[in-house]
């Protein structure tokens, strides 16, 4: 930008921009990676994605829980929202919503006030949306 010694240049601050939606930053998530093999209980207060094999619970109550595609979870999940790609054999339980991508493998409960199950998806067990409140009392006791 040119300038004189009369006229000076102005900067004039840029307004910030309003995101649709704050952008997840890398704190706010935990990740269990695709070689990573866990066996025990995970509770967080951020976001979970597991991408490996995890035996066990893993309680988010205010948080989502997503399970990736090559991912296969063996044990309960109790979480804000939950979101399967990969395989899951155990009970959901969720305060928001569950989804069922195509690619989900899910044998057992499923408890949430809203269900999403896309076509190609396996579902193998019950789905009861009254269960879900009196879910969430009791994982919220524990944590």
């Known amino acids: 930008m040119a300038t004189t010694d009369k006229y000076p240049a102005i900067r004039v601050p840029e ?4 995101l649709a ?3 997840l930053l890398a704190a706010n998530v935990t990740a ?3 070689d990573i093999r866990v066996k025990g209980r995970l509770s967080a207060n951020e976001h979970v994605i597991i991408e490996g094999i995890f035996d066990g619970d893993i309680v988010v109550p205010d948080h989502g829980v997503a399970i ?3 991912a296969h979870l063996r044990g309960d999940v109790c979480a804000k929202a939950i979101t399967v790609l990969g395989r899951v054999d155990g009970n959901l339980t969720a305060f928001a919503l569950i989804e069922l991508r195509a690619t989900a493998v899910v044998t057992g409960r499923l408890a949430s006030p809203h269900l ?3 076509d190609g998806a396996q579902f193998h067990g019950t789905a009861d949306p009254t ?3 009196t879910a969430a009392a009791v994982a919220r006791h524990r944590t």
């Open 15 to 18: 307004a910030p921009q309003q």
């Open 21 to 23: 939606r704050p952008l």
């Open 68 to 70: 990736g595609g090559a």
């Open 32 to 34: 269990v990676g695709p």
């Open 131 to 133: 269960k879900a409140a």
């Open 116 to 118: 999403s199950i896309e």
